[in-house]
C-alpha cells in the first residue's frame, strides 16, 4: 500500500455528472472543490463518514467506511497501523489557515523494498 492510497481511496464521492469543457482539445472535468493550494494535499471533507485528524505527534490519523480492515496475514502490523478504527499512514501533516492539509514529512524515514528496508535520509 502506497502512502498516497489512503487519501486516494477517501475522496468523496464525485457528482454523477460532472460539467465538462473541451478546452485545449480533451475533455477536462470541473468539480465543485478546487484543486489544492500548491504545498497542500486537500481539504477537510465535508461528508463526515470520511475522517482526518492529526495525532499529537502530527501523525495523520484516517477512519472511512471502506478503509481496509488489516493486513492479510500479518496482524502484528495491522496492530501497529489501526487502533480505535483509526489508520495511523505514517504521513506528518498540520492543517493550514485556510482549512487545508499540508504534508510536512514522514514519522519514519524508511521505504521498504522487496530488497530490504532503505533509509531515505
Request: aromatic share 10%.
Amino acid at each position: 500500500m502506497s502512502d498516497w492510497t489512503a487519501f486516494a481511496s477517501l475522496s468523496p464521492p464525485l457528482p454523477r455528472r460532472p460539467r465538462t469543457s473541451s478546452r485545449y482539445g480533451g475533455s477536462v472535468a470541473h468539480f465543485d472543490q478546487t484543486f489544492p493550494r500548491p504545498g497542500n494535499i486537500g481539504r477537510k471533507f465535508s461528508d463526515p463518514r470520511f475522517q482526518v485528524e492529526v495525532a499529537h505527534d502530527g501523525e495523520t490519523l484516517v477512519r472511512a467506511p471502506l478503509l481496509f480492515r488489516e493486513y492479510w496475514r500479518n496482524p502484528k502490523e495491522t496492530d501497529a497501523v489501526l487502533r480505535d478504527g483509526w489508520f495511523r499512514t505514517g504521513d506528518l501533516i498540520e492543517r493550514t489557515a485556510h482549512g487545508e492539509i499540508r504534508l510536512i514529512g514522514r514519522k519514519k524515514d524508511v521505504i521498504i523494498t522487496s530488497g530490504g528496508k532503505t533509509t531515505t535520509q
